[in-house]
């Protein structure tokens, strides 16, 4: 490892976890652990080797620092990440999950320095969660709060969670809406309606929640929506053109809003939808077209890939009109028909070779 800098007693490693090592070595004293992970001009770390000096134990001197809110405590560095511009890159959605997790975090060890925040600690807090999802959760939480306590701000040397991975649990997400379901809520919200409006936004374009109450008039050109999509617009912005379904145009013509209204769908108000309230109103929606609470926006995204499916569509193709930036949720989302899909193609495969299987094996 190389290290800028020369400190006299000091020898500096790198462990077998990935961690930056310093411990203090002085003939006639005993031998003392300095802040792992940390940064040796920080407050933490020039207490800890003058106490060692001294022969003084550096646990409390650093206990010291970090309590009256120096760089190197776990709630500072937490209270300035949450109030930087990388963390309000993210979207108001991912800023709300991640801001709960950070913030637990600084109840549990805020006053420690940000340097004891090391592998043992994370893998052991990891351990913690309920669930692989809620692990994962805080993992996804943590780790750009150490890469930007690494870079650019240079409170810690590196990134302990370095190397971690956790799988995603065996959860499918919210249910794909059936043709059955769709064509229901489709007779009991006709042509003219808001809810009906609503699904035709979901289903025909994939679009996600944030995207439907955000869409309107603006975004219409030559008979295409043009719009770029909420998830990630400020880091990895996706840009989306698809050309308006002929349902999707029915349903925006037969329910026309007011001409200073910037979005298809309003509540009752005549002002945009907030994500919560629209959720709330088209739950509503749902039981009154005598469906279950499992009917959710999201399932008709999923349901809208998985019709892309069904007439054909390679998956290239639907990631242009769903806007989603990697194959993987596509193919998740449509998985189950492709199954179904390539079984039929491989009976009728068998049944055009004129193969057939023998009774004594069907029998078995």
């Known amino acids: 490892m190389r290290v800028e800098f020369r400190m006299k007693y000091v020898q500096h490693w790198t462990d077998e976890h990935g961690r930056k090592r310093y411990r203090f070595r002085r003939r006639g004293y005993p031998r003392v652990e300095l802040p792992v992970n940390s940064d040796p001009s920080s407050p933490e770390f020039q207490v800890a080797y003058h106490s060692a000096l001294r022969g003084e134990n550096p646990g409390e001197a650093v206990a010291a620092v970090a309590a009256r809110g120096g760089s190197g405590s776990v709630k500072a560095a937490i209270d300035r990440y949450l109030d930087s511009t990388t963390f309000n890159e993210f979207s108001p959605s991912t800023k709300a999950v991640r801001r709960g997790i950070l913030t637990s975090v600084g109840r549990l060890v805020g006053t420690l320095p940000l340097t004891q925040m090391d592998r043992n600690w994370i893998d052991r807090w990891l351990e913690t969660a309920p669930t692989r999802n809620v692990k994962r959760a805080r993992l996804f939480a943590l780790r750009p709060f150490l890469q930007w306590a690494v870079n650019p701000m240079r409170l810690i040397a590196a990134d302990p969670t370095e190397g971690i991975k956790v799988k995603a649990g065996g959860i499918k997400g919210h249910a794909t809406w059936t043709d059955t379901e769709i064509e229901q809520f489709r007779s009991h919200h006709p042509l003219g309606t808001k809810a009906r ?28 929506l043009i719009y770029t999509q909420e998830k990630n617009r400020k880091r990895r912005a996706v840009k989306v053109e698809t050309p308006i379904a002929a349902p999707l145009a029915a349903a925006i013509e037969a329910c026309p809003n007011s001409p200073e209204s910037l979005t298809f769908l309003t509540n009752e108000w005549g002002r945009p939808f907030s994500k919560r309230n629209f959720n709330n109103w088209f739950r509503k929606q749902v039981v009154a077209a005598g469906l279950p609470d499992t009917c959710v926006p999201h399932g008709l995204r999923k349901a809208g890939c998985v019709l892309m499916a069904q007439s054909d569509c390679n998956p290239h193709e639907i990631m242009a009109v769903s806007g989603h930036s990697t194959l993987k949720e596509v193919e ?33």
């Open 197 to 224: 409006l609503a699904l035709e936004l979901l289903l025909t374009i994939a679009t996600r929640r944030g995207d439907a109450i955000a869409l309107g008039r603006q975004h219409m050109k030559d008979g295409w």
């Open 332 to 364: 998740r989302y449509t998985k189950a028909f492709d199954r179904k899909r390539l079984a039929a193609r491989a009976q009728a495969k068998v049944a055009a070779a004129g193969n057939v299987v023998p009774l004594a094996v069907v029998g078995r």
